[in-house]
């Protein structure tokens, strides 16, 4: 099964993945891509977040709204499960906002994200079941502690997830975001 990261511009959606992957073994190598210059640093490697080749070699998949829709006869063909962030409230858009500045708030491309990012546009256009979609609002993902996160995620994906090394991490990359 395929697990689809779906994100809003600078809505943490690397971060996630990073947390994701991080192994006892290669944990040491995420830290120093989270001790790089930017928060840029935390993308693994550059371009588009997904492409053919990372389709067919991932398990773990990551992009925004446009590029999984570019995916979206192979996506619905196949057995997933999403994990949303989601700019759900203005005061999750002011975030994202003052991150990055692609958005102004109170515009069309603005109330766009709200409606891009919701759990219903997953099931219908993959055809998902709402129980293989998890939300995750920018809110909860930009707080201090994610501890409650990192529970629903360990939970919706049946597995562990280190949650003092993923702190590490998310403090890391929170020090850059402020």
Request: aromatic share 16%; charged share 20%; glycine share 0%.
């Given at each position: 099964m395929k697990t689809i990261i779906c994100f809003p511009p600078e809505g943490g959606g690397n971060h996630c993945k990073n947390i994701l992957e991080f192994t006892e073994e290669n944990f040491d190598t995420y830290v120093d891509l989270y001790k790089g210059k930017?928060?840029?640093?935390v993308h693994a490697q550059g371009g588009n977040n997904l492409t053919k080749e990372k389709f067919n070699q991932n398990n773990l998949l990551l992009g925004h709204f446009g590029e999984i829709m570019s995916f979206r006869a192979e996506i619905s063909s196949i057995d997933k499960r999403w994990i949303l962030i989601s700019p759900d409230t203005y005061e999750c858009r002011s975030i994202l906002y003052e991150r990055g500045r692609l958005l102004k708030l109170d515009?069309?491309?603005d109330h766009e994200q709200v409606?891009?990012?919701?759990?219903?546009?997953y099931h219908r256009y993959f055809g998902s079941p709402m129980n293989n979609?998890?939300?995750?609002?920018v809110y909860e993902w930009f707080a201090d502690n994610i501890d409650e996160v990192l529970d629903r995620l360990s939970f919706f994906l049946s597995r562990d997830i280190d949650k003092e090394k993923a702190n590490y991490l998310h403090q890391l990359w929170k020090a850059k975001i402020v």
């Open positions: 930017d928060t840029k640093d515009t069309y491309h409606f891009l990012y919701e759990p219903h546009m979609i998890m939300n995750i609002s």
